[in-house]
């Protein structure tokens, strides 16, 4: 069976069957290593990719099911080897560890930001953070590099 996803704005056709699971799809095929295969039932959210715009976490998605869907892996935020503003604030704020869950973090953060705003606190950053696991620290440099972000944006809103 022959199936046809639109992947990081590239159409890519697949013959893996209906219920490959995405992860398997992007990292064993495409090469799209990124997104992490750690717990493969949903519950850390290394494996978030965005499908539509909205965080999914690509271990429980069946590629028979992503037909006509646009999904968007952490290797589309590269823009001409540039980073996208809520990477480098990560950067800046050295919210990086291990990696493993980095890349997850920062697909559930991207499509939620709509969601936040210049006066987001912190308990908000949080709370769209809620379905990504760390292991390797307390999220406080990492909500610590949201929040910056969002006073960066406000600051610029006020210079305009």
């Known amino acids: 069976m022959s199936i ?35 717990c493969l039932e949903g519950f850390c959210g290394a494996c978030t990719v965005l499908i539509d715009g909205m965080p999914r976490m690509s271990c429980l998605a069946a590629i028979g099911l992503l037909e006509n869907k646009e999904i968007c892996t952490i290797e589309s935020l590269d823009k001409k080897d540039s980073l996208s503003r809520l990477q480098l604030a990560f950067e800046e704020a050295d ?20 969601k936040l705003t210049a006066t987001s606190t912190r308990d908000d950053v949080k709370a769209l953070l809620s379905g990504n696991i760390c292991r390797c620290t307390g999220y406080e440099r990492i909500v610590d590099a949201v929040i910056e972000m969002l006073a960066i944006d406000r600051d610029e809103e006020h210079d305009v």
């Open 4 to 38: 046809t996803l639109k992947i990081n704005s590239e159409e890519v056709t697949t013959h893996c069957g209906p219920l490959t699971r995405l992860i398997d799809l992007l990292r064993d095929e495409l090469q799209l290593t990124g997104a992490k295969p750690v």
């Open 95 to 114: 919210a990086v560890q291990c990696g493993m869950c980095f890349p997850g973090m920062v697909m559930s953060l991207t499509g939620n930001l709509s």
